[in-house]
T-cell receptor, first 116, second 115 residues
Framework: DTEVTQTPKHLVMGMTNKKSLKCEQH?????MYWYKQKAKKPPELMFV???????INESVPSRFSPECPNSSLLNLHLHALQPEDSALYLC???????????????FGPGTRLTVL | DAKTTQPPSMDCAEGRAANLPCNHS???????VYWYRQIHSQGPQYIIH?????ETNEMASLIITEDRKSSTLILPHATLRDTAVYYC????????????????WGAGTKLIIKP
């Protein structure tokens, strides 16, 4: 089973709203990732959690706040977003991030976010 | 910055082999080549990866040149469901994050399988 689930599938929010995206995996993976993907572009890495600790933050604005409450769950809290933040938000997980490991990432279906 | 270059689009007839090229001339010795595909509006799907040797699995084959500066993904018998954007990716060590790795994505090749 290589399933990563994401909810909601679609989200429309205003610039003053607070919302959260949720990601879940039950593969026992200890690394989880958030990516942002604009139309006709490849995914861009936002955050990486390794063993429930934030490992990489790719200079993402503070209006995006990640949280990893346990090894199976990853949240992305959204506040005061801008219209240019509209995109497909993808979650991925991998077994772990270890040197010399090929550590394949498995992606969820994504949340399509529209900011009005 | 992308470490891979791919043609923006390709066509292939259904039932034929689809050969997708990728150049990665600046790849380092310990950096893996990965391939993912993304069907419209879905999450990327892992296909295959390799370091030096050619690899094959139930989905595809990956041929890496001896100098590792380029590779080819081969879908042996393409079907209409293989229509997707195919990304050639290099896995690199993260700067300033010891033991961590990141995927550096190419721009992708839009593969269209025609009946």
């Amino acid at each position: 089973d290589t399933e990563v689930t994401q909810t909601p599938k679609h989200l429309v929010m205003g610039m003053t709203n607070k919302k959260s995206l949720k990601c879940e995996q039950h593969m026992g993976h200890r690394a989880m990732y958030w990516y942002k993907q604009k139309a006709k572009k490849p995914p861009e890495l936002m955050f990486v959690y390794s063993y429930e600790k934030l490992s990489i933050n790719e200079s993402v604005p503070s209006r995006f706040s990640p949280e990893c409450p346990n090894s199976s769950l990853l949240n992305l809290h959204l506040h005061a977003l801008q219209p240019e933040d509209s995109a497909l938000y993808l979650c991925a997980s991998s077994r772990r991030m270890v040197a010399a490991s090929t550590d394949t990432q498995y992606f969820g279906p994504g949340t399509r976010l529209t900011v009005l | 910055d992308a470490k891979t270059t791919q043609p923006p689009s390709m066509d292939c007839a259904e039932g034929r082999a689809a050969n997708l090229p990728c150049n990665h001339s600046t790849i380092s010795g310990n950096e893996y080549v990965y391939w993912y595909r993304q069907i419209h509006s879905q999450g990327p799907q892992y296909i295959i990866h390799g370091l030096k040797n050619n690899e094959t699995n139930e989905m595809a084959s990956l041929i890496i040149t001896e100098d590792r500066k380029s590779s080819t993904l081969i879908l042996p018998h393409a079907t209409l469901r293989d229509t997707a954007v195919y990304y050639c990716i290099v896995r690199v060590a993260s700067v300033g994050a010891s033991g961590n790795y990141q995927l550096i994505w190419g721009a992708g090749t839009k593969l269209i399988i025609k009946p």
